[in-house]
């Protein structure tokens, strides 16, 4: 046991630091739509979820396997094993432009690690260390005729953005089951992190010209709640239908806000830039307020244990809401659907192996709360994985997650950018008696 708590504490100070640091200084994506609102929001599902089309609001115990699922913390009920799930993340997308030379971007990232600990046969709950959004991009966009669009060969302006950062989140929640039928329950995040971004317009062909730049830092704290219920329906003791509902409520963050606008000269011959010559605006607001949206959440899922289960999922968020330090980000509001679900031939099987892995397929369709150019992005993807299961011990279940997320966002009319990507989960979750007394005779 001491053991255990011992190895527990150290990694989590370990991941903990790492994705707090990550979170706070370093781009862990390369999205040029992570410029919109407050980056690319990262799914609230483990790797086991993620790999069946991100469904989760339904969900909870899959074929007789205790897992964490954050999207519904009603479904911490259903734990009845301590578990702790760790995992990491890699990313790869291709972005298009009409015209140009396609770029090729890779990143990758410790994603998570979680917690849950029951607390009786009817309740449980659970902690962990998650992403919240992710921001990170750096392009660079060219208009000639002194930025007017109009055909000429000298005087190009160029346009130059980036920004660089993230969100983390720290959650805690609990659930507890009523009756036979009905879960409740509740999470509590702390989220926190570093958001900043600049904006340049420089006028390279004429020598002496003053360059303008626009940075916006925003330094991030602040609490936000989920709750959820599951009710379900048993057909038999292995045949379940499982309706589900969760939430995000639309709970304000404290921002340290600072908006400066300068200018600058940048040497023709070097390429070098120089120190600014003069700050327009400096404009620090230490205490602003970020407006996060309300999320509602519906899913439903069948399952037979130990053989398959499949379920749906529909998000609506209201990003329209969203607003940083008094500024509405001008999105609109999502719309999402997930679909998938995952087949075990023989969980029990002996003899063969891969009849007892996991097989796990899904779909998503994100109808995105980006409108650029008068064009609405979408999101389309598919996805699949394995639950690899790792030889038991006596009271220990153990269990690798391999997902991958393969999907296009975005598109090449009216000269936007169509982004192919390629999401790769790894987990490893543990099942075990940890906090359970042997009973001596």
Same mark, same amino acid.
Request: no cysteine; proline share 3%; charged share 15%.
């Given at each position: 046991?001491?053991?255990?708590?011992?190895?527990?504490?150290?990694?989590?100070?370990?991941?903990?630091?790492?994705?707090?640091?990550?979170?706070?200084?370093?781009?862990?994506?390369?999205?040029?739509?992570?410029?919109?609102?407050?980056?690319?929001?990262?799914?609230?599902?483990?790797?086991?979820?993620?790999?069946?089309?991100?469904?989760?609001?339904?969900?909870?115990?899959?074929?007789?396997?205790?897992?964490?699922?954050?999207?519904?913390?009603?479904?911490?009920?259903?734990?009845?094993?301590?578990?702790?799930?760790?995992?990491?993340?890699?990313?790869?997308?291709?972005?298009?432009?009409?015209?140009?030379?396609?770029?090729?971007?890779?990143?990758f990232r410790l994603s998570h690690i979680a917690f849950g600990i029951p607390v009786s046969s009817r309740s449980a709950f659970s902690f962990g260390l998650m992403p919240y959004s992710e921001l990170g991009y750096?392009?660079?966009?060219?208009?000639?005729?002194?930025?007017?669009?109009?055909?000429?060969?000298?005087?190009? =302006?160029?346009?130059?953005?980036?920004?660089?950062?993230?969100?983390?989140?720290?959650?805690?929640?609990?659930?507890?089951?009523?009756?036979?039928?009905?879960?409740?329950?509740?999470?509590?995040?702390?989220?926190?992190?570093?958001?900043?971004e600049t904006q340049s317009t420089e006028v390279p062909s004429l020598g002496g010209v003053l360059n303008s730049r626009i940075e916006e830092s925003n330094s991030i704290t602040g609490l936000n709640y989920d709750?959820?219920?599951?009710?379900?329906?048993?057909?038999? $003791?292995?045949?379940?239908?499982?309706?589900?509902? /969760?939430? /995000? $409520?639309?709970? !304000?963050?404290?921002?340290?806000?600072?908006?400066?606008?300068?200018?600058?000269?940048?040497?023709?011959?070097?390429?070098? &830039?120089?120190?600014?010559?003069?700050?327009?605006?400096?404009?620090?607001?230490?205490? $602003?307020?970020?407006?996060?949206?309300?999320?509602?959440?519906?899913?439903?899922?069948?399952?037979? &244990?130990?053989?398959?289960?499949?379920?749906?999922?529909?998000?609506?968020?209201?990003?329209?809401?969203?607003?940083?330090?008094?500024?509405? !980000?001008?999105?609109?509001?999502?719309?999402?659907?997930?679909?998938?679900?995952?087949?075990?031939?023989? =969980?029990?099987?002996?003899?063969?192996?891969?009849?007892?892995?996991?097989?796990?397929?899904?779909?998503?369709?994100?109808?995105?709360?980006?409108?650029?150019?008068?064009?609405?992005?979408?999101?389309?993807? $598919?996805?699949?994985?394995?639950?690899?299961?790792?030889?038991?011990?006596?009271?220990?279940?153990?269990?690798?997650?391999?997902?991958?997320?393969?999907?296009?966002?975005?598109?090449?009319?009216?000269?936007?950018?169509?982004?192919?990507? =390629?999401?790769?989960?790894?987990?490893?979750?543990?099942?075990?008696?940890?906090?359970?007394?042997?009973?001596?005779?």
């Amino acid at each position: 046991m001491i053991k255990h708590i011992r190895f527990v504490i150290i990694l989590f100070l370990f991941t903990a630091t790492a994705l707090g640091v990550k979170a706070q200084s370093t781009a862990t994506t390369s999205s040029p739509y992570s410029r919109y609102g407050i980056g690319n929001i990262s799914p609230t599902v483990l790797p086991q979820n993620a790999a069946m089309g991100g469904i989760g609001v339904a969900t909870n115990r899959i074929n007789g396997f205790y897992s964490i699922n954050p999207l519904n913390p009603a479904s911490y009920s259903s734990i009845g094993l301590t578990v702790v799930d760790i995992g990491v993340y890699g990313n790869f997308n291709t972005l298009q432009k009409s015209g140009e030379t396609s770029q090729k971007n890779s990143n990758f990232r410790l994603s998570h690690i979680a917690f849950g600990i029951p607390v009786s046969s009817r309740s449980a709950f659970s902690f962990g260390l998650m992403p919240y959004s992710e921001l990170g991009y750096n392009y660079r966009q060219v208009k000639s005729n002194f930025g007017s669009g109009l055909p000429a060969d000298t005087n190009a =302006v160029n346009y130059l953005y980036s920004g660089d950062g993230g969100l983390s989140k720290f959650y805690l929640g609990y659930g507890i089951r009523i009756g036979k039928h009905l879960s409740v329950g509740a999470n509590a995040s702390y989220i926190f992190g570093n958001l900043k971004e600049t904006q340049s317009t420089e006028v390279p062909s004429l020598g002496g010209v003053l360059n303008s730049r626009i940075e916006e830092s925003n330094s991030i704290t602040g609490l936000n709640y989920d709750f959820g219920a599951q009710y379900t329906v048993d057909f038999s $003791a292995r045949k379940h239908l499982t309706f589900g509902y /969760s939430a /995000s $409520a639309n709970t !304000k963050l404290n921002t340290s806000n600072s908006y400066i606008v300068s200018s600058y000269f940048r040497d023709a011959t070097t390429g070098n &830039e120089g120190v600014a010559t003069d700050t327009l605006v400096n404009n620090q607001q230490p205490s $602003a307020k970020i407006q996060l949206p309300m999320i509602n959440r519906f899913g439903i899922s069948f399952q037979n &244990e130990g053989k398959f289960l499949v379920g749906a999922d529909y998000t609506m968020s209201n990003w329209s809401k969203l607003a940083v330090a008094g500024v509405n !980000k001008g999105l609109r509001d999502s719309k999402t659907i997930n679909v998938g679900g995952q087949f075990t031939p023989n =969980v029990n099987s002996l003899s063969s192996y891969w009849a007892s892995v996991d097989y796990r397929l899904g779909a998503i369709y994100d109808q995105t709360y980006l409108y650029v150019n008068n064009t609405n992005i979408k999101k389309y993807a $598919a996805t699949f994985g394995l639950g690899l299961p790792l030889r038991a011990g006596y009271s220990s279940f153990y269990k690798i997650n391999i997902g991958a997320e393969v999907g296009r966002r975005g598109t090449l009319v009216n000269g936007l950018v169509k982004e192919n990507y =390629v999401n790769v989960h790894l987990s490893f979750t543990l099942n075990d008696k940890w906090f359970i007394k042997n009973k001596i005779d």
